[in-house]
């Protein structure tokens, strides 16, 4: 159950776009559409972004998008706003539990 | 509107135990997987443990299996996570989470409750 790979850090300027990707470890994001994205706040609780490798769930801007494309899962931020500087995390399920992402400090 | 309220964290000693409690509120309870999920000081999100709406399944993280179990009372609207041997790499603020797309699609979450393990 090893944690997935993301880019420790990422960076953009306010109206830019930027892709943080997730890489399995084989036996998860390859297996399963059963993807989900969180964006993370300091201090603050997770709120889910993206679910089903492509959903976004009510409320959620749609410069929010997510892919999969083989074992590695993708998230766009489009149109980069100020607000949009958090950590992100992907989800994937394995077949018997669940394991996050290392995580994603996006700076705008 | 949907609520999740943690309580029960705090100090222990290692070797120890402690139970977290979730209470919920604004949705049917028993329609819904519930999760818990840690983050460790400075670190991230880290996938403690899922129980199925009806409490019929159950499973855990590898770092917590055989040491903490996971339940829930649909008579109190409310889910439980029994942590026993405590390690001081349990360390965390631990999170419950509604599962609102049978997906690990986490769409609620509580505010958190911090369990520090340390002598």
């Known amino acids: 159950q090893s944690a997935l790979t993301q880019p420790a850090s990422m960076s953009g300027s306010p109206g830019q776009s930027i892709t943080i990707s997730c890489t399995g470890t084989?036996?998860?994001?390859?297996?399963?559409?059963?993807v989900s994205w969180y964006q993370q706040h300091p201090g603050k609780a997770p709120k889910l972004m993206i679910y089903e490798v492509n959903k976004r769930p009510s409320g959620v801007s749609n410069r929010f998008s997510g892919s999969k494309s083989g074992n590695t899962a993708s998230l766009t931020i489009s149109g980069l706003q100020a607000e949009d500087e958090a950590d992100y995390y992907c989800c994937s399920y394995d077949g018997s539990s669940n394991v996050f992402g290392t995580g994603t400090k996006v700076t705008v | 509107q949907v609520q999740l309220v943690e309580s029960g964290g705090g100090v222990v000693q290692p070797g120890r135990s402690l139970r977290l409690s979730c209470a919920a509120s604004?949705?049917?309870?028993?329609?819904?997987?519930l999760h818990w999920v840690r983050q460790a000081p400075g670190k991230g999100l880290e996938w403690v443990a899922v129980i199925w709406y009806d409490g019929t399944n159950k499973y855990y993280g590898d770092s917590v299996k055989g040491r903490f179990t996971i339940s829930r009372d649909t008579s109190k609207n409310t889910l439980y996570l029994q942590m026993n041997s405590l390690r001081a790499d349990d360390t965390a603020v631990y999170y419950c989470?509604?599962?609102?797309?049978?997906?690990?699609?986490?769409?609620?979450w509580g505010q958190g409750t911090l369990v520090t393990v340390s002598s």
């Open positions: 989470a509604r599962d609102g797309y049978s997906s690990v699609g986490l769409d609620y």
């Open positions: 084989g036996s998860d994001v390859w297996n399963y559409n059963v």
């Open positions: 604004g949705f049917t309870f028993s329609s819904y997987a």
